[in-house]
């Protein structure tokens, strides 16, 4: 498996207090700070660390929107560096497990108006430091030998369908949502709404997305296309159908993004006593990862299934 992708995962799934301690090692170990001192907190300033024998501030980050960050950084130490206890700041170093790329209008505009260099190590120069030096894979915990199965198995294992309440007729205990049905409302529908919901800080591909129900009469909605299954009766009692979304096909979902799931549930006449009780509807996830914002693609990423289920418990109002 390839080192620079395992480092590049590593990276980007890195928990905020890792990070800071990850940033501080690369920096004396890289690039020979030796002198950091620890500054982070909540009246830290907008400085993560401090070197006072070089007159240099260091901000670390690993939001998405880093360069929203960095202004609030540097904003915050320009306003605050007399707090800080240090003569004058020379450079200005922001650490970020983000990709960056070019930076030289953001380095002139420091220069201009906060006087000082402003020096950014982004994603790729944090992953080139973790080929160069055991040390920091050891602080990533990657090894040569670590499989990316597994790898993208703890990813996916953080990808969740949670559902949306839309009305007062619902209410959801543990992935258990019960309906109250009103028989006045024969020839309406409710609607169930989903989310397919990213924890973790990867990208990932929703390849498709499998709703199999084990209702007696059918679900789906606009959205979804039913799935031929041989043997199932066409004699309207139908019962382990599944449907696949029409739109969330191959889609990404990044680790701050949601993809909405609509499932619609005719509204039955209140003679239909058979169907009232509790029913599950599994939604069946082929999801795939690819590595956020790292310059390395997988040629055969691994694909993997995941099933969530509801119980669906229909009562008579």
Not at 248 to 258: A, G, K, Q, T
Request: aromatic share 10%.
């Amino acid at each position: 498996m390839n080192s620079k992708l395992l480092i590049g995962f590593a990276l980007t799934e890195i928990q905020w207090e890792d990070l800071q301690d990850y940033a501080r090692n690369y920096l004396a170990l890289i690039h020979g700070y030796n002198d950091i001192t620890d500054t982070s907190g909540t009246n830290d300033g907008g400085a993560d660390s401090v070197s006072y024998v070089n007159q240099v501030i260091f901000a670390f980050s690993k939001e998405k929107g880093w360069k929203k960050k960095l202004r609030e950084d540097a904003e915050k130490v320009n306003r605050n560096k007399n707090s800080l206890y240090i003569t004058g700041i020379k450079k200005f170093v922001f650490v970020t497990n983000r990709k960056v790329g070019q930076y030289r209008d953001l380095r002139e505009q420091h220069k201009k108006e906060f006087g000082w260099e402003l020096e950014i190590f982004q994603l790729s120069d944090l992953i080139d430091g973790a080929i160069r030096c055991s040390t920091l894979r050891n602080l990533l915990d990657v090894s040569d030998e670590q499989d990316y199965i597994e790898v993208a198995k703890s990813i996916i294992d953080q990808i969740d369908i949670e559902f949306i309440e839309t009305g007062n007729q619902f209410s959801n205990y543990d992935n258990e949502i019960v309906i109250n049905y009103m028989g006045s409302e024969i020839g309406k529908v409710c609607y169930l709404r989903f989310n397919i919901v990213n924890n973790s800080q990867s990208k990932v591909i929703i390849n498709k997305v499998i709703l199999k129900h084990a209702l007696p009469f059918e679900v789906g909605g606009k959205d979804w296309t039913d799935v031929p299954v041989p043997g199932i009766p066409r004699d309207g009692i139908l019962r382990n159908i599944s449907f696949q979304h029409n739109h969330i096909l191959n889609s990404e979902l990044d680790y701050d993004s949601l993809h909405n799931l609509r499932v619609e549930i005719p509204i039955l006449h209140q003679a239909a006593k058979n169907v009232y009780g509790d029913w599950l509807i599994t939604f069946t996830l082929e999801v795939s990862v690819q590595p956020q914002e790292v310059d390395y693609k997988i040629k055969q990423p691994e694909i993997r299934h995941k099933e969530i289920g509801f119980k669906i418990n229909l009562k008579e109002d």
